[in-house]
């Protein structure tokens, strides 16, 4: 059997291997772009595979493709969006402006799968033509950015399951927690009492109002330039193309999709995915911020917090015998900077566009996934490994609350400011208790004192005491 076939384009001829579905284009990008060995991932290419078999399914009702070549161009889209021909997908994420490579090379895959599908032998192009057939009245410029979209859309919905999971979590730790008192802390220093549940509803909240962000940010992406062809103007694609395309995309992936207001803005403007992906930054920096206070509160766990305790899931150390880290919150921390930094190339490339077309697509789709992807998986391993498991050491949340010296707060309204604030140094200085300081100056009697300092009457609004 022969191992290489030869194919042919503008440039001349290539040799291929006689066992690939891609063909030319595909192996000079390949050769072109040996960069980073990072590839297209499932969302993207099932993505574009769907555009693909919705676009046959259109030009077969518009006349433009035979049926049965239609249908085997729709056949071998279906195989790969089921999983299939995956190894075919070889183009480095880093290659040729616009997403070039990557159109082609599904074209190819598509257009030699159907080629077997309709009985003829792989690279026989004039069976069904990459270009001519499964490309048909699309132009890369439309497609990736309408791909990008459709693969956000499937990989958010997923995304935004972990996150309300997540925040329910929060929730029930919450309820569970709600009679914890623990010293309240801001800049690192005792505050007034607050109990584990408010600290841990506050979680949850904050999640769901994050989850309702992203939500609508992702709304936007339903609104789709495909049809626009190359520039806006849909040229070399029929009047009803774009309109049927979209029903059919619709159709194939269960999504609401709908024509954009205006094809040429979409293929100028990156504004729904970069919108998207701002969302994903600002869900990073509260996960993060929540990431690094279960480490301060389960800090120690002897001489840190230790107030809360979190679920050992792996030995910490290699020299310290017995030693668990907040493994767990780490990964999270570790995954929140690198969706911060993918925000940042998303937004540079966004900017980058130029006119007509944003060329820098490739780079846009990769991070803006990539950003999806890792924080579905941490959330979802952060939410079962981590918070599900958190426990309390309630004396210890106890005993600092009663010897905050944030308690003062309390007495200032009894009896002002200044004297409250002579109180807390002396707490500070003496080593007594405000309890023992307050009764020695005579300052309330022990009924009085026992309802101002009341900790679980600070948890809540009012005046203590009164």
């Known amino acids: 059997m022969k191992r290489k076939r030869i194919e042919r384009d503008s440039l001349g001829e290539k040799e291929v291997p006689s066992s690939a579905y891609f063909g030319v284009h595909t192996a000079r990008a390949v050769e072109n772009f040996p960069i980073s060995g990072l590839r297209a991932g499932l969302p993207f290419i099932r993505a574009t595979a769907t555009i693909k078999k919705a676009a046959a399914l259109a030009n077969i009702e518009l006349g433009l493709?035979?049926?049965?070549?239609?249908?085997?161009?729709?056949?071998?889209?279906?195989?790969?969006?089921?999983?299939?021909?995956?190894?075919?997908?070889?183009?480095?994420?880093?290659?040729?402006?616009?997403?070039?490579?990557?159109?082609?090379?599904?074209?190819?895959?598509?257009?030699?799968?159907?080629?077997?599908?309709?009985?003829?032998?792989?690279?026989?192009?004039?069976?069904?033509?990459?270009?001519?057939?499964?490309?048909?009245?699309?132009?890369?410029?439309?497609?990736?950015?309408?791909?990008?979209?459709?693969?956000a859309l499937f990989a958010t919905s997923?995304?935004?399951?972990?996150?309300?999971?997540?925040?329910?979590?929060?929730?029930?730790?919450?309820?569970?927690?709600?009679d914890v008192i623990k010293s309240g802390r801001?800049?690192?220093?005792?505050?007034?009492?607050?109990?584990?549940?408010?600290?841990?509803?506050?979680?949850?909240?904050c999640l769901?109002?994050?989850?309702?962000?992203?939500?609508?940010?992702?709304?936007?992406?339903?609104?789709?330039?495909?049809?626009?062809?190359?520039?806006?103007?849909?040229?070399?694609?029929?009047?009803?193309?774009?309109?049927?395309?979209?029903?059919?995309?619709?159709?194939?992936?269960?999504?609401?999709?709908?024509?954009?207001?205006?094809?040429?803005?979409?293929?100028?403007?990156?504004?729904?995915?970069?919108?998207?992906?701002?969302?994903l930054r600002d869900l990073a920096v509260d996960l993060s911020r929540i990431a690094n206070d279960l480490r301060l509160l389960s800090s120690g766990p002897m001489t840190g917090l230790g107030e809360i305790i979190l679920p050992a899931v792996q030995p910490g150390s290699s020299i310290m015998p017995g030693k668990v880290n907040p493994?767990?919150?780490?990964?999270?921390?570790?995954?929140?900077?690198?969706?911060?930094?993918?925000?940042?190339?998303?937004s540079q490339a966004a900017q980058a566009g130029q006119l007509e077309l944003n060329?820098?697509?490739?780079?846009?789709?990769?991070?803006?996934l990539f950003s999806i992807e890792i924080l579905t998986n941490a959330v979802r391993a952060f939410s079962d490994r981590c918070v599900r498991g958190i426990a309390v050491d309630r004396e210890r949340c106890r005993l600092f609350a009663e010897r905050?010296?944030?308690?003062?707060?309390?007495l200032s309204s009894h009896i002002g400011y200044q004297k409250a604030a002579e109180l807390a140094k002396e707490v500070l200085d003496s080593g007594k208790t405000l309890r023992e300081i307050v009764l020695e100056r005579d300052l309330m009697d022990e009924e009085e004192l026992d309802r101002v300092l009341n900790l679980k009457g600070m948890t809540k609004p009012g005046i203590p005491g009164l």
């Open 404 to 410: 905050s010296r944030a308690l003062v707060t309390a």
């Open 186 to 205: 801001t800049h690192l220093q005792d505050a007034t009492p607050i109990t584990l549940g408010q600290e841990f509803r506050a979680y949850g909240n």
């Open 359 to 368: 060329v820098m697509m490739p780079v846009i789709s990769h991070n803006l």
């Open 208 to 279: 769901e109002h994050h989850a309702d962000s992203l939500a609508l940010s992702a709304d936007s992406l339903r609104e789709l330039g495909i049809g626009g062809t190359a520039v806006g103007t849909g040229l070399n694609a029929p009047p009803r193309y774009r309109e049927l395309v979209i029903e059919k995309l619709a159709a194939e992936t269960g999504l609401d999709l709908k024509p954009s207001a205006d094809p040429f803005e979409s293929m100028q403007s990156m504004r729904p995915i970069l919108r998207v992906s701002s969302s």
């Open 65 to 151: 493709l035979p049926d049965r070549l239609g249908r085997g161009i729709s056949q071998a889209a279906q195989e790969i969006i089921d999983g299939g021909f995956l190894d075919q997908f070889v183009v480095d994420v880093f290659q040729a402006g616009a997403g070039t490579s990557h159109n082609m090379n599904v074209n190819e895959v598509i257009a030699n799968r159907a080629i077997e599908i309709l009985g003829g032998e792989k690279g026989d192009y004039a069976v069904c033509h990459p270009n001519d057939h499964v490309n048909r009245s699309q132009s890369t410029n439309d497609v990736i950015p309408t791909a990008i979209r459709i693969a």
């Open 327 to 346: 493994v767990m919150a780490e990964m999270l921390n570790m995954v929140c900077f690198q969706v911060l930094g993918n925000d940042h190339a998303v």
């Open 158 to 178: 997923e995304l935004l399951s972990v996150i309300r999971e997540l925040a329910r979590a929060f929730g029930q730790k919450g309820s569970e927690f709600d």
